[in-house]
T-cell receptor, first 111, second 115 residues
Framework: GQQLNQSPQSMFIQEGEDVSMNCTSS?????WLWYKQDPGEGPVLLIA?????ELTSNGRLTAQFGITRKDSFLNISASIPSDVGIYFC???????????FGAGTILRVKS | NAGVTQTPKFQVLKTGQSMTLQCAQD?????MSWYRQDPGMGLRLIHY???????DQGEVPNGYNVSRSTTEDFPLRLLSAAPSQTSVYFC??????????????FGPGTRLLVL
């Protein structure tokens, strides 16, 4: 089946640093989603991308839908301790199709 | 609104035991789904439902049954638990098919250990 490769697997950064993570696929998607999961909680949607090349921001978060439709990037600027958690990407081939999730990026922040 | 609720939060089972994981939502969402989360694997879809009376299999349905008798509830049944079913289980719901233009809301999860 379809697979998403998400990297890095984990990051341990200093508070105030910027963070970048990405997801790549061997096949195209028409929707890319980014979720955050706090410890002990379910994932929460951060950003949704619906168009190739689209760049969308949500506060300190910025995500991009790759031109090839096979990748997406998430950047977090000026990290803070509450950014700690697991970040998941998810792709959807077309409306009505099931979501495919990446394995997640574990983010830890040193204050 | 309580959103998506799941019970129990934690459960320990012996191999061969059966149990039902409960999921309920009070947002009148048509679309509900069950995922399992394993280390390094992300979230994998077990079963989903597009409305009351309609269910379908996801990526990893073996060993699990579901039913959808009401819009609000979507229980997941393990008929004969196996150690391979040790995982964290998430229920999710959305107004329409998740992803298109619909935000999918996740419950807090059920942590299951099968000995």
């Amino acid at each position: 089946g379809q697979q998403l490769n998400q990297s890095p697997q984990s990051m341990f950064i200093q508070e105030g640093e910027d963070v970048s993570m990405n997801c790549t696929s061997s096949s195209i998607f028409n929707t890319w989603l980014w979720y955050k999961q706090d410890p002990g909680e379910g994932p929460v949607l951060l950003i949704a991308l619906y168009k190739a090349g689209e760049l969308t921001s949500n506060g300190r978060l910025t995500a991009q839908f790759g031109i090839t439709r096979k990748d997406s990037f998430l950047n977090i600027s000026a990290s803070i301790p509450s950014d700690v958690g697991i970040y998941f990407c998810a792709g959807q081939l077309y409306y009505g199709n099931k979501l495919v999730f990446g394995a997640g990026t574990i983010l830890r922040v040193k204050s | 609104n309580a959103g998506v609720t799941q019970t129990p939060k934690f459960q320990v089972l012996k191999t061969g035991q059966s149990m039902t994981l409960q999921c309920a939502q009070d947002m009148n969402h048509e679309y509900m789904s069950w995922y399992r989360q394993d280390p390094g694997m992300g979230l994998r879809l077990i079963h989903y439902s597009v409305g009351a009376g309609i269910t379908d299999q996801g990526e990893v349905p073996n060993g699990y049954n579901v039913s959808r008798s009401t819009t609000e509830d979507f229980p997941l049944r393990l008929l004969s638990a196996a150690p391979s079913q040790t995982s964290v289980y998430f229920c999710a719901s959305s107004y329409g098919i998740a992803g298109g233009q619909e935000t999918q809301y996740f419950g807090p999860g059920t942590r299951l250990l099968v000995l």
